[in-house]
């Protein structure tokens, strides 16, 4: 049989759709093979951890296997990640012996879990480690503190940490500190302390990320005001497309360019879909009015709430819902200062089309066909996230030799 006959039943044994690939998802996976795919909040450490099979074994928690949460090495590979910050969180609330163990225990599953898998996963504590990971087939990892609670109001604790492998901290989670207001808890300070504004002097000279998501607005403006470097919000939405007090505010938005910082748009459902944000509201409505009617008897309030929720179904958050987050940071702050920060393993329900870590180029293929350039999508993928991870490390080495560690404390 000629050559062309060979070749024209081939193509007639092909799927229709891979004979016409969706020049946008094209587009979209050409991007991630050269330019980083930088994630900035993966909680995969507490997954494991939390797991009720084998509740913090890294060894049990196969990674070369499919996983029961949203990460593992095949879809990290499908969704051509390129460097990974995982979270090293421990909940504000927790009562336990004191934050600084459970953080450390986090700590170690996290490097176990790096080390573990040298034929996908590269240790890169700096930019150009990552770059260098990337460029050599690995993705890149490093790992990101999800609450200032877990430094105790130690600087000392703060620069182990820094020592540990921690690149950027999250000043709060959702628990107001002795030294910064939360988003979602009463605002105490009016964002920093003095000792909060030390905190964000010596996270610059360590060379470590200011990371100002769960912060509330003030704290956001405070440490803007104080940081020499610039910072991130490592997943954290826009206010203006949903009013939920986990998202930046405009007025946030708008200062990022001074400073060079990155919004990395999660995929959180709650913080990204309007429509279910409103019904959340509505449940809550439900539940106050149930209350007021049941007195005491709270458990039939809970079943009045169920019943309404039953009657009227959640609505799902989609990956179009996610675009149009990236999009709104893109128009208020620029392009330079737009980013990826998934929250994967940390959420239980995802956005429709945004179900895992191999879902990552179908949301450069959607925004693709809104006309993002490819340049422009190097910029989202990981350009802006290591352009500002390295000028932390600049601003660090400048202050490493001007001054000695912070001794500041608590009064």
Known sequence: MKRFQILALAVLATPLAAQTMDPHLALARRVLRTAPLVDGHNDLPWRIREDSVVRGNVEAYDLRKRTPGHTDLARL????????????????????????????????????????????????????AARRAFAAGKIGSLLGMEGGHAIENSLGAL????????????LTHNVTLDWADAALDTAKHGGLTPFGEEVVREMNRLGMLLDLSHVSPGTMSDALNVTEAPVIFSHSGARAVVDHRRNVPDSILARLPRHGGVVMVPFVPSFVSRA?????????????????????????????????????????????????????????????????GS??????????????????????????????????????????VLRVLARAEAVAARLKAARSPSTATIR
């Open 77 to 128: 590979r499908k969704g051509m990640v390129g460097v990974q910050f995982w979270s090293i969180y421990v909940p504000g609330e927790i009562r336990d012996s004191g934050y600084a163990r459970v953080q450390l225990e986090q700590f170690d599953i996290a490097r176990r879990v790096i080390a573990k898998y040298p034929e996908a996963l590269q240790w890169t504590p700096t930019a150009a």
């Open 159 to 170: 620069r182990m940490y820094y020592e540990m492998g921690a690149r950027y901290m999250t």
């Open 276 to 340: 279910l944000f409103a019904w959340n509201a509505s449940s809550d409505s439900v539940l106050r009015e149930a209350r007021q009617r049941r007195g005491a008897d709270t458990a039939q309030a809970g079943r009045d709430q169920r019943a309404w929720q039953a009657a009227h179904p959640a609505p799902r958050a989609t990956i179009q819902d996610v675009a149009d987050h990236i999009d709104h940071v893109r128009k208020v702050a620029g392009v330079n200062h737009v980013g990826i």
């Open 343 to 384: 929250d994967f393993d940390g959420i239980e329900d995802v956005p429709v089309g945004l179900e895992d870590v191999s879902t990552f180029p179908a949301l450069f293929a959607e925004l693709a066909k809104r006309g993002w350039t490819e340049a422009d999508l190097r910029k989202l993928a990981g350009e802006n």
